[in-house]
């Protein structure tokens, strides 16, 4: 069983930063050896895709509606994933979930794909105000 805990939301304005966590821990959990995943759901909307990337991989994947402003990283020895958000602005409000799932990979094709994580965390609230 893996749990991820969520840190990091809040209200801020349009053009400032949040820089969001997830730790991660349980027994089956090594310094991050996992598929990791950010996902967002605003209210009345659908639970769309932010950023992805596997442990043993080169490459991280992002939203076109985030590319340039965010960015996600693995801290291995504290076993938590950072989604660091920059320019943010009124659409970026949401309810932030960092998602996880171990070995096998996930294909790349499905890292984008919510029903591909097995491990869910609670969720942070990140409000921006015009």
């Known amino acids: 069983q893996v749990q991820l805990e969520e840190t990091g939301g809040g209200l801020v304005q349009a053009g400032n930063s949040l820089r969001l966590s997830c730790a991660a821990s349980?027994?089956?959990?090594?310094?991050?050896?996992?598929?990791w995943g950010w996902f967002r759901q605003a209210p009345g909307k659908e639970r769309e895709f932010v950023a992805a990337?596997?442990?043993?991989?080169?490459?991280?994947y992002y939203a076109e509606s985030v590319k340039g402003r965010f960015t996600t990283s693995l801290d291995s020895a504290a076993n938590t994933v950072y989604l660091q958000m920059n320019s943010l602005n009124p659409e970026d409000t949401a309810v932030y979930y960092c998602?996880?799932?171990?070995?096998?990979?996930?294909?790349?094709?499905?890292?984008?794909?919510?029903?591909?994580?097995?491990?869910w965390g609670q969720g942070t609230q990140v409000t921006v105000s015009s």
């Open positions: 998602a996880a799932d171990t070995p096998p990979w996930i294909i790349l094709s499905s890292l984008r794909n919510s029903a591909a994580y097995d491990y």
């Open positions: 349980g027994r089956t959990f090594s310094r991050g050896s996992m598929s």
């Open positions: 990337f596997r442990w043993n991989g080169s490459r991280t």
